[in-house]
């Protein structure tokens, strides 16, 4: 059975929310647990699918993991297994982030090719060649990835890219490097700066977290930790652009708004007023936003997980916007579900402009990944009548208690079962 929303709109949003851990985090950190034989603890975990579908990986791998609440305990034995087969990481993109912890305490891993978001090419060319400079030998077999070391040493590596994925594995795996690793153009994102800060926590050697350059002095032996997760940036966002295209007023809390520099400022220029606060920001939209351009960059840049939502904006913007995606090439299916709702959108190569229309139309629409599902309910709410999203799996992977919070908000959605 699959299901799907009906989403009604003509509510303003107003009221309180309260965001979790990051998704683009907690997975990561979860994965540095296998760096330390004993038991490691991560607090605030967002409650989505990614986090059991995490926990079957490690567990695949030999790990002991306790879900309850919002804390994971992951116990890694002293040898973990090396192998992460393929129903355990097919259903998404991150479960490859074991590849570096697997190398380091391993000198083995074997990796099937993920799954997760069809949002464009997401190579592991990077990972691989960060692997092979630290000494380890790698190649594609048989739809996995194999990589093998006798020994692991520092080496002067630069991205051609600042790849958040390729950054995490290859730190995973210098932390344990004898020598000292430099990684230059290494990405900048808060998340990044979570996992250095947990693995320091560990007894790792890193620094340089939230610049370009990553300087790692391998050490021998991690030891187990407690973390809590930072607060999830993205969905906090999510939140604010609801509050923006809805002409709502919604506060957002467990977040640092320092994460959201450029993403808020964009609210202002539609139009908002935003206050930062001291666990998070709200959001004050009277009026009809505002056209605004957007063009998604590597952090500190607006990012590519919220173009959808501000495609979401610019659709119901007074005035025209022009949206520029730098990141992946395949986002823009999104808008061709937005025309369906009425938007008044064209798309060429990189870029999408968007004319603002006063009012969508509902229709039935389909979620292509988790940020395309959350911008197409944003787009509900500011469409006559109710909308269908379906595929909604996908949100549910990182949205965590999505409609209570939507509902909570004042905003009408119910989840419907179909056969």
Known sequence: MSEHFLVTGGNRLEGEVLVGGAKNSVLKLMAAALLAEGTTVVTNC????????????????????????????????????YHADFDAVKQFRASVCVLGPLVARCRRAVVALPGGDAIGSRPLDMHQSGLRLLGARSEIEHGCVVAEADDLHGANIRLVFPSVGATENI??????????TVIDNAAREPEIVDLCNMLNEMGAKVSGGGSSTLTIQGVRKLEPTTHRVIGDRIVAATWGVAASMTRGDV????????????????????????????????????????????????????PTDLQPMAIGLAAVAEGTSMITENVFESRFRFVEEMIRLGADARTDGHHA???????????????????????????????????????????????????????????????????
């Open 171 to 180: 730190l995973m795996a210098a932390v344990l490097a004898r020598g000292e």
């Open 353 to 419: 402009v968007i004319r603002g229309v006063p009012v969508l139309s509902s229709a039935p629409v389909w979620s292509s990944d988790i940020r395309a599902g959350a911008g197409l309910v944003l787009a509900g709410l500011v469409a006559d009548g109710t909308t269908e999203v379906h595929d909604i799996f996908h949100i549910d992977r990182g949205y965590p208690r999505f409609v209570e919070n939507l509902r909570g908000l004042g905003g009408v959605i119910e989840r419907v079962g179909t056969e």
């Open 251 to 302: 506060r957002v809390r467990g977040v640092n708004h320092k994460h959201l520099g450029l993403v808020l400022d964009k609210l202002r220029t539609a139009g908002a007023e935003v206050t930062p606060e001291v666990d998070g920001f709200r959001v004050i939209q009277r009026e009809r936003p505002k056209a605004v351009n957007f063009a998604t960059l590597p952090y500190p840049g607006f």
């Open 46 to 81: 967002p409650d989505i699918l990614d986090v059991p579908l995490m926990a079957d990986v490690l567990r695949g791998l030999g790990c002991e993991v306790e879900l309850e609440d919002s804390e994971v305990r992951i116990t890694t034995p002293a040898e973990p297994k």
